[in-house]
């Protein structure tokens, strides 16, 4: 079959390179740079500027502690320079990857005309359609929101601000503040409601006291303008360079008029990816829903699988997330919510340690900052029903607990395990602990 993709963001490259995988034609058409906006504009310019601020903040303490005497001059110029260097060359070895795939790749934007689909005035035929055309950053109602940056003008700045000033209160918000008050700023995150609402209130408690140290959080603050060199709030006038970190928005004007979009713009679908239209499909952030890299490439092979005529099922359990702060900071949870349910909170058992000295974390055990892991059991079944873990490579961890977590496997499943030595994973431990009983 002739399968078309739109976006060639992680999703619709995933789909891509699956259908190709099962002997479709493929065109996958992209407007800009293939790997969307994790690879060009998101989590790989993060993982660039976190790997400089974790530098930074090892030096601080090597100094410290009198291990090191350094004099250095940082450049957030060259520093900028390199990560696009990078990521160019990260964009060669994709777009390569992708070829070689045999997935044909047309750069270039494509719009629909009487429900046709055409690129640089040319009909594109097809039997069935994906679309993974991603998300840009939510705008909010504020006066003077064009006088704001995004993360998408982030490797666009001359230096770092003195002052910088991050309306928004989740992940996107909580790297950045980190990064840049690494680098030197003073940080502000101004949050409409609660500071990372969705986190374990012990493991926050942990992440605002020894990874946000420097930060000042305000909760329950409006801002109602923003100039160029700061903001209006319900608490008075503050002043910085102000970092709009307030959410995406699906990218789904292409298709408004072929399916069933919902309030926010986001394309209605199905557990299939299918949407209100037959033989198209979506997945990625222009469906909504999770905004991470690795359920959009989940997403897409799901998709492309139903396209291909193989029934599959997204699958939304035990998904892992990930904070890139000084440490990871990782958790996942089955959904469930027996642990607060009177009737079944007797089965429920929490336990936690400290983190372990290890390569990461052993030149912070003077400062009681090697991080801690956490976890709620089914003391009855052996279930793990929450998880969070604070330490160095703690995102890695929680990746492999998901998948064990999906295949139903058991805290006495551990009795098996064996680690590797040294490490800063005290997930093992915890599991040993309760596959005693």
């Known amino acids: 079959m002739k399968m078309v ?54 030096a601080a303490n090597f100094q410290n502690q009198e291990v090191l005497k350094l004099n250095y001059k940082f450049s957030y110029k060259n520093m900028a320079h390199g990560i696009k260097t990078t990521l160019s060359k990260i964009r060669h070895i994709t777009e390569k990857e992708t070829l070689e795939a045999g997935v044909k790749i047309i750069y270039a934007p494509a719009y629909f005309q009487k429900g046709l689909l055409y690129v640089e005035g040319e009909p594109i035929e097809y039997d069935k359609l994906i679309i993974a055309t991603g998300g840009r950053p939510f705008i909010p109602p504020i006066d003077g929101a064009e006088n704001a940056i995004t993360y998408q003008d982030i490797l666009n700045l001359e230096e770092v601000p003195e002052k910088l000033l991050i309306v928004g209160s989740g992940i996107i918000a909580t790297e950045f503040a980190s990064i840049f008050s690494s680098m ?39 801002t109602t303008k923003i100039t160029r060199s700061g903001a209006l709030t319900s608490r008075g006038q503050m002043e910085g360079l102000v970092l709009l970190a307030t959410g995406i928005v699906p990218n789904s004007q292409l298709v ?12 209605v679908v199905n557990e299939r990816m299918e949407t209100s239209a037959p033989g198209i499909y979506a997945a990625g952030d222009v469906i909504g829903g999770m905004g991470t890299t690795p359920v959009a490439r989940m997403e897409g092979i799901v998709a492309a699988h139903n396209a291909a005529g193989i029934e599959k099922k997204a699958n939304y359990e035990h998904l892992p997330y990930a904070i890139s702060l000084d440490y990871d900071v990782a958790f996942l949870s089955s959904g469930k919510k027996s642990s607060l349910d009177g009737e079944n909170y007797s089965q429920m058992v929490e336990g936690k340690i400290p983190g372990s000295a290890g390569p990461g974390s052993f030149w912070r055990v003077l400062s009681s900052n090697t991080g801690f892991t956490k976890t709620m059991v089914d003391i009855e079944t052996g279930s793990i029903q929450e998880l969070s873990s604070i330490a160095p490579g703690a995102r890695y961890n929680m990746a492999y607990l998901s998948l064990l977590m999906r295949i139903h496997r058991k805290t006495y499943d551990f009795d098996h395990f064996v680690e590797t030595h040294p490490s800063t994973d005290s997930i093992y431990k915890l599991m040993r602990f309760f596959a005693k009983y």
Not at 10 to 32: D, F, T
Not at 256 to 267: A, F, P, Q, Y
């Open 184 to 222: 030197g700023s003073e940080v502000h995150i101004l949050c409409r409601n609660n500071f990372l609402s969705n986190l374990d209130q012990e493991v926050k408690e942990y992440v605002v006291k020894n990874l946000l140290k420097d930060i000042k959080i305000h909760e329950k603050v409006d």
């Open 5 to 58: 993709i739109i976006g060639g963001g992680p999703a619709g490259r995933a789909a891509a390179l699956e259908l190709a995988r099962l002997e479709n034609e493929v065109i996958l058409i992209e407007k800009s740079d293939l790997g969307g906006t994790c690879l060009n504009k998101g989590c790989m310019v993060v993982c660039g500027l976190n790997d400089v601020a974790r530098f930074l903040n090892d």
């Open 256 to 267: 408004s008029d072929l399916v069933i979009t919902g309030k926010r713009g986001e394309i």
